[in-house]
Every structure is written in C-alpha cells, then in structure tokens.
C-alpha cells in the first residue's frame, strides 16, 4: 500500500532504506484514512469557530459548549469496509472507537446515533448484511449503557457491496476539565490499559483506503477488529475515573493503526520513546509490526507525571483491566520504537505525523439526472408505494433491538430529532444527509443536508449548537467523484455558515466501492446535529386541529422517493432557504402551534402520515407535484390559533380527525384507509420477519 512515489519521497528525506516497522507505520499513518490526504485542503473551507465551540476539529472529538457547568464531547466515524467484510463485528467495533473518542477526551458518553446506507433490501445479501449490522450496534450499545437515541437507514442499489456504518457519539464533560490529545512535557510516561494487544486489526487503516474486492469476506477478515464491549464498559468506567483525579495529562483511544498511530500522534507535540515488548499481549511470538499496528480494540493510551504511574495502574485495575508503562516522552521530535534491546523504528515525528505529501487531484463536472416523465399508475398506488420505500417505512425493527431508556434521559425518540434530558434542558440530535438529490446536485444537496437536520431540530423547538460529518464518497481518483466531494464540502460549509453553525469535527472515508458488485457509492455527506432547547416531547396533534403547509412547492422530483419507485427524473431540490428555521422554532418551543414537521423525503404524503396518519386535506396544483415533491424549506404544521402563523407563508388545508387519509387534488381524490398505511409502512419489518 506504500505507493513507490512514496517511498521514494520518504527514503530521500531519511537518506537511507526503512526497517519493517518503519515501513508499516508509514503505510498506516500516510493512508488516506488517517492522513486525509486528498482532502485537506477542502476540509479546511468549512467553518469550525462559533460562540460555542471550546476545542474545535483536529483532537479525538470536539468540545462544544452546553451550560456553564456542562460541555458536550461530539464526534463522528465510518466503520465502512469491516462492516461488509464482517457485519456483527465491524459495527460493533464501529461504536467500541467512537465511544472511546469520547472518553479519551475525559468525556461520558450519553448518546449514540447511527446513519445507515445499504443496497436495495430485496436483495438478500443486504438483508444478511442489515440484519447483522443492526445486531452489531445493538448489542455493543446494550452491553456498554449508551443508548441508540437517533438513526436513519437508507437503501439504495449503490450501496450494495459497500455499506456505509457511520455513528455519532455525544458526551458530557465540565467545560474546564475536558482532556486533549497531545503530551504536555518531557519525562512524562505513556501507560497502555485496557485489553491486551492481540493480532486482529492488523492494517485497518491501508485497508480502509482502497476498494472492496470480490474476495474480500475471506481475505480482509484479518483487517477487522473483535470487540468486546464488557470490556468497553470497564475502559469507560477507568478512563473516567481517571480523568476526575486530574493527573492524565494526554490521552489517546487506540483505533486506526493502532498503538503506532496513537502514540506517535499523541507525542507529535514533542517525541516518544516506546518499548514494544513491554506491551502486554495475548497471543504469543508477536513480532514489532504486530505489537505495534495491530488494532486490537478496548485499549487506551495516557500521559502521567512519573510518580502518578502507580496511581493508574491500580484504577486500572480496580477494574480488571491490564496495564504496562510502555514509553516515555522525549524532548527531541523524534518517534523511536525498541523491542527486545533493539531500536526497530526511528523517525522524525513530523515526518511520519503530518509529513504526507500534498495530493492535487483532478476534478470533472459531472452530469447526471434525466428530465421528468410523469409516473403510470393510480395515485392512490404510487402512495402506498411511496409509504413501502424503506427509506420512508417503519424503522420500528431497527430501533426495537436498542435499549432506548439506559441512563434515564431520553425523553422522545420518535420522528423529527431525539430529545434528551441534561441539566434542565434538552439535548436535541438529528443525523443523516439524502445521496439520491446529492448524488444529482452536490453542491445543494450537500447544503440541504445542514438544511434539514436543522429543520428537525426545529421541530422539537432545539437550536443547532454544532456539525459533525461523515464524508463518504468513492475513489476520489476519479475525477467526478473528487468534483462531487468538493462540491458537496463547498455547500456543506456554505449552509452551516448561513445557519451559524460550526462544523466540529468529522471523518473522511474514501475508496467506498466494490468490485464485487461494480458498484460506487452514491455520494453520501452524512451529517450529526446536535442543538439545545426545551424539554418537550414531540407529539401528534389531537382531532379537530387545522393543518398547514408552510412555505413553497416546486416540481422538484429528482432524487425524490417518487423517482426511487417509479423512475421519474426530474429536476433535484434547488439549496433551501433557512430563514423558516428559527421562525418554527420558536413557535414550537412557545407551544404556540399544536404540531410541526419538516417536509423532506416522500414529501408532503410521507410529513402528513407521520404528523397525523387521520386527516382530511384539500391541495392544490398538480397532484404528483403536491402529494411527492421533495422542495425543502416547508413544513407541515398543525394549529388551533391561526393567528400564531402571522408572517409565515401559508396555506390551510386540511383538518385533523377522522379515519385515514383523505385526499382531494383538483378533480382526483382518494382515501388510504389505517390499515393500508399500516400496512405499507410495515415493509421492513415483514421483509426481515419472514
């Protein structure tokens, strides 16, 4: 995976050959995974500065500000290529090392949220693939005490052979006693606990930055890490309690490239002295490389004063967990590895830290999207087949193998944004991103990704406080897709400024495609959002309430559900306008409208199905145009004081109550009936039963 040009470029800086330690670490470290090296220069156009942010991207997670007395601990990962090659145990492994990204920052972790992207769900390799993944989150987030609070799932022929597992960690930590990544001084000890370093893992990181092949279930399996989240619950115990005693003055998760990647990144502030034969391990024979590149999960790396040495090692074990004192940090900006008397790796730090040559990489527009063809068939049968996309359905049998309520905070789940309860308010989370719209117009798919997570928020009455991401894309050696990941990051960053929110803190994961299937992935931006607001509970609004539309409809097809059932092309949304945002917001949050939701996909069907399944509505315009467009910027509100809409563009439309959904739309009308609704948005669930 050390590409000639590198080496070359590497041996001429050290002016001689590598050992084989050497050469791992550089192969590890320098992969796009860790070095985001075709990426830089793009990611350093998003806005990462706001009111709130204590400590912004480049550490384990982001520090934002909650209270004065409470700061919340952000981070998102990709866990993409184990999760095919091994669905249960990549998921899992998935959270296992965003969960530890939280604690190394002396953090809690409170909530998880897990974005999803799969192949199309007839197949029935994605079900194999869907029901393990699931599994593997639910059962690490169960075993650890951290609840699953939000999530989305996404099918689409793209994905198939590549699924994408992205999770977004929250946690809290004092607003002054948050711990960072980089060691402090010379003479101060680096103490590795946690489990033992075992040889699974080895080359996750090269692994992470190159295409799926046809033998990749047999062949790559050694590249995906075990977890054992009992373990995890242990670490998480031990690393907070040491935190608490204020003498870890660095910490580091062990993840991508294992101990080599954390340590040398953790002492590039100054330089590192390890003795890798100190590691304590369980397998015998282990040689430098494994010791070092291994990706073994549970472990942790601090930095502590010499006489606190002791100290951590009895915590560690208070909680059964194993322990070395493996190194120390040097004054010269040197990274040296010994192993048995011997030194096997002696680098410049910066080199191998930062020291990655820069990428320019070529960019081509690329033209996508067909004009619209109006869809054969009854409405009232698109409907139902809008309903049955699993993008739209029940995601009921997902979110019933997460135990919601460990840690007694959530407060509603359900629909819009998942609301929590920390100190006397709520923390509001939103997730997710729509790569059919992205995939035809980056730029404004990417900015209506910020657009809509913000929307959700809103309607639970929360406040965007920051942005983490997830940029999956496919080889960015292809010119279009690198034109796609530049202009998606351009309108990502462009909406979060309008929207004055920051992005904290994110991933980068490439090469996401498959030669088994010849497939790429759609481009896939995934968002977290987190906000603060009241503590409410989201809820359906009672018979007799008056529904509103609020904003304006386009023909905006493409990309759309509709387009995913029936094929219609069409134009894409054009970027939303976000200056409904905070005016809903506050409506909700003054309990001045009865009910809200934003329309996003299935359009104005899927919203009005999800605020209230009985109603009688009246639209105007072209039916497929109101029933299925996707434009954003609109919401769907319910009311009894029709004055609370005074300056909002409106229409009223409809009554709450009775029995199904009625529709009238211009000379058509129909009527689905509870049990055909129930019936439709059931699809995931009978297809995963039987």
Known sequence: MLSADDLAFITGKLGRGLTDVEAACFENLWSEHCSYRSTKGLLKTLPTEGKNVILGPGDDAAIVRFSDTCALAVGMESHNHPSYVDPYDGAATGVGGIVRDIISMGARPIALMDPLYFGALSEEKT??????IIAGIGDYGNCIGVPVVRGEAVFDPSYQGNPLVNVVCVGVVPPDRFTTARVKAPGNRLVLFGSSTGRDGLGGASFASRDLSEGSEAEDRPSVQVGDPFTEKLLIEATCEMAETGKVLSCRDLGAAGLAGASSEMASSFGARLHADRVHLRETGMNPVEIMLAESQERMLVEVAPGD??????????????????GEVIAEPRYIVEFEGQVVCDLPVDLLVGGTPGCALPKAPKAAGTPYAAPAGDLKDLALAVLAHPDIASKAWISGQYDHDVQVRSVSLSHDAAVIRLEDAALALSCGCNPRQIALSPYAGAANAVYENAANLACVGAEPLC??????FASPLHPEVFWEMEQAVLGLGDMARKMDTPVVGGNVSL?????EYGTEIKPTPSIGMVGKGPIRRWMRPSAGDRIALVGETGPHSGGSILDAVTGCGGEAPAMADPALVPKVRDLVAADAITGATDLSKGGFLAA???????????LAGDPMTALFSETYGRFLVTFRDESALAGLPYQVIGTVGGEGLRFSAGAKSFTLSPEEIGFALSSITR???Y
């Open 309 to 326: 040495v002791a100290l951590m090692g009895a915590i560690a074990e208070k909680y059964d967990l194993s322990w070395s004192e493996i």
């Open 467 to 472: 942005i983490v991401n997830c940029l999956n």
């Open 687 to 689: 297809q995963m039963q």
């Open 511 to 515: 090469y996401n495609e498959s030669d």
């Open 127 to 132: 079900r194999y693939l869907f029901e393990h």
């Open 608 to 618: 009005l199905a999800k605020l209230c399944p009985d109603a009688e509505v009246t």
